[in-house]
């Protein structure tokens, strides 16, 4: 068997309610800006809420290639189409003809859907009896839908626009629809790279939480912040007075790439992929023990301890019950060590998917430009752990934990290590 592969990140790529790039998100952070706002007329007709976390001024045809090609695409596939998009100019790779036809495309979405525009007439119409006909409906309404309207809501859509955007042949893998998945679609990617199936590979996650179906579904699983009598309405994750998730939207991708071919290629390296873990949530009372062991295996793929994680960013959103989990499983697992927690959902919201993929790109970021949050010397944290503060400082780190804990019953874990450059 070959030895594995050192698997670095060359390029990344994202956009979410702070801003169309990395550098975006690092202003809102250096200025403790939160970016979620009161819900505009067009959003609270689709989601169940007040406030939530909106892309402001998003142009699709300021970044296709064919303007026309929008109409096909739901708001998942263009903000993919957008974050990929950068990660491959990031990488210089968006016209290496070796890399578009070789490099593997790992794709998480979320709960795509149609608005209720899309989806209500079809349904008003499947009405017998004052109920809704699963019989009626294929019989007769169905036909009466937009022929365009799969496009936009099936899971795989967004990798397959993403593919035929910017030409990529590789192969391609669709995972769906938490947060874990997204750290399923970074860890397979880097699982094909290291075995040296693959050379290279375009990895991350897309969705809009912002519609009835995903809101709604955020609702059950997590239960959404709808208002109260708390100042402000930023999110609060792993904080005493946290009264639910703010939906939001968003993408990251990241370009993967063997440490070999990146140093041929000239390429910057942002960091290198130390290990990927995950493990089975089989119950609510054991969630806290499953992502203690998600955490404990992948230190130990990476050979490092507990004490050598500088950042661990946290996939906590607001949840009362989710982030109690998470929160036990931190204190736990990185007791008696100065470990920051950093908890990014309190500036962009619930992103569901994409939230992994935008984490890692962050984590990523803060190693190569030798930045982190401090610690906060006033926090109202429920647990015994370092939480990061708002803004940033210069600090160097070795290595980063990225968690997807947030939904589901899959844990999934990934360690990055900074790289020296020469």
């Given at each position: 068997?070959?030895a594995?592969?050192?698997v670095?990140?060359?390029?990344?790529?994202?956009i979410?309610?702070?801003?169309?790039?990395a550098?975006?998100?690092?202003d809102?952070?250096?200025?403790?800006?939160?970016?979620?706002?009161?819900?505009?007329?067009e959003?609270?007709g689709e989601?169940?809420?007040?406030?939530?976390?909106?892309?402001?001024?998003?142009?699709?045809?300021?970044?296709?290639?064919n303007?026309k090609?929008?109409?096909?695409?739901?708001?998942?596939?263009?903000?993919?189409?957008?974050?990929?998009g950068a990660?491959?100019?990031?990488?210089?790779?968006e016209?290496?003809a070796d890399?578009l036809?070789?490099?593997?495309?790992?794709?998480?979405?979320?709960?795509?859907?149609g608005?209720?525009g899309?989806i209500?007439?079809?349904?008003?119409d499947?009405i017998?009896?004052?109920?809704?006909?699963l019989?009626?409906?294929?019989?007769?309404?169905?036909?009466?839908?937009?022929?365009?309207?799969?496009?936009?809501?099936?899971?795989?859509?967004?990798?397959?626009?993403?593919?035929?955007?910017?030409?990529?042949?590789?192969?391609?893998?669709?995972?769906?629809?938490?947060?874990?998945?997204?750290?399923q679609?970074?860890?397979?990617?880097?699982?094909?790279?290291?075995?040296?199936?693959?050379?290279?590979?375009?990895?991350g996650?897309?969705?809009?939480?912002?519609?009835y179906a995903?809101?709604?579904?955020?609702?059950?699983?997590?239960?959404?912040y709808?208002?109260?009598?708390?100042?402000g309405?930023?999110?609060?994750?792993?904080d005493r007075?946290?009264?639910?998730?703010?939906?939001?939207?968003?993408s990251?991708?990241i370009?993967?790439?063997?440490?070999?071919?990146?140093v041929?290629?000239k390429?910057?390296?942002?960091?290198?992929?130390?290990?990927?873990?995950q493990?089975?949530?089989?119950?609510?009372?054991?969630?806290?023990?499953?992502?203690?062991r998600?955490?404990?295996?992948?230190?130990?793929?990476?050979?490092?301890q507990?004490?050598?994680i500088?950042?661990?960013?946290s996939?906590?959103a607001?949840?009362?019950?989710?982030?109690e989990?998470?929160?036990?499983a931190?204190?736990?697992?990185?007791?008696?060590?100065?470990?920051?927690?950093?908890?990014?959902?309190?500036?962009?919201?619930e992103?569901?998917?994409?939230?992994f993929?935008?984490?890692?790109?962050l984590?990523?970021?803060?190693?190569d430009?030798?930045?982190?949050p401090?610690?906060?010397?006033?926090?109202?944290?429920?647990?015994?752990?370092?939480?990061?503060?708002?803004?940033?400082?210069?600090?160097?780190?070795?290595?980063a934990?990225?968690?997807?804990?947030?939904?589901g019953?899959t844990?999934?874990?990934?360690?990055?290590k900074g790289?020296?450059?020469?």
């Amino acid at each position: 068997m070959n030895a594995h592969k050192r698997v670095v990140i060359t390029g990344v790529g994202m956009i979410n309610p702070c801003g169309a790039s990395a550098g975006a998100f690092l202003d809102a952070v250096e200025n403790g800006r939160c970016c979620v706002s009161e819900a505009d007329a067009e959003t609270a007709g689709e989601i169940s809420c007040r406030y939530c976390g909106k892309i402001k001024d998003f142009d699709p045809a300021s970044f296709l290639k064919n303007k026309k090609s929008a109409k096909f695409m739901g708001r998942d596939s263009l903000l993919g189409i957008y974050a990929a998009g950068a990660a491959l100019r990031d990488a210089r790779v968006e016209a290496d003809a070796d890399f578009l036809q070789n490099a593997g495309v790992y794709v998480s979405s979320g709960l795509t859907c149609g608005t209720l525009g899309d989806i209500l007439p079809a349904v008003e119409d499947s009405i017998c009896g004052g109920a809704f006909s699963l019989e009626v409906f294929g019989k007769r309404s169905l036909y009466k839908c937009n022929p365009l309207l799969s496009f936009k809501i099936l899971t795989n859509m967004p990798a397959s626009f993403i593919s035929i955007e910017f030409g990529l042949k590789g192969p391609n893998l669709i995972f769906n629809p938490y947060s874990a998945q997204g750290a399923q679609a970074v860890g397979e990617a880097f699982e094909a790279v290291s075995g040296g199936v693959l050379r290279c590979a375009l990895a991350g996650s897309s969705e809009s939480r912002l519609h009835y179906a995903a809101s709604g579904t955020a609702d059950e699983i997590a239960g959404i912040y709808k208002g109260g009598t708390r100042d402000g309405f930023s999110p609060r994750p792993l904080d005493r007075e946290r009264a639910g998730i703010i939906p939001s939207e968003g993408s990251a991708f990241i370009v993967m790439e063997s440490f070999e071919s990146a140093v041929e290629r000239k390429a910057h390296i942002y960091a290198e992929v130390a290990a990927y873990s995950q493990a089975n949530i089989a119950s609510a009372e054991l969630a806290s023990d499953s992502m203690k062991r998600c955490m404990e295996t992948a230190c130990e793929k990476a050979s490092v301890q507990p004490e050598d994680i500088g950042l661990v960013v946290s996939g906590a959103a607001g949840s009362v019950k989710k982030d109690e989990a998470e929160g036990i499983a931190l204190e736990s697992f990185f007791k008696n060590t100065r470990s920051l927690i950093f908890t990014p959902k309190y500036y962009y919201g619930e992103m569901g998917a994409p939230a992994f993929a935008t984490g890692l790109v962050l984590g990523a970021m803060f190693l190569d430009k030798k930045l982190s949050p401090p610690a906060a010397e006033e926090s109202g944290c429920e647990f015994k752990i370092s939480r990061a503060g708002y803004s940033l400082a210069a600090k160097k780190i070795k290595y980063a934990m990225i968690n997807a804990f947030e939904a589901g019953t899959t844990a999934a874990c990934l360690i990055i290590k900074g790289v020296e450059h020469e």
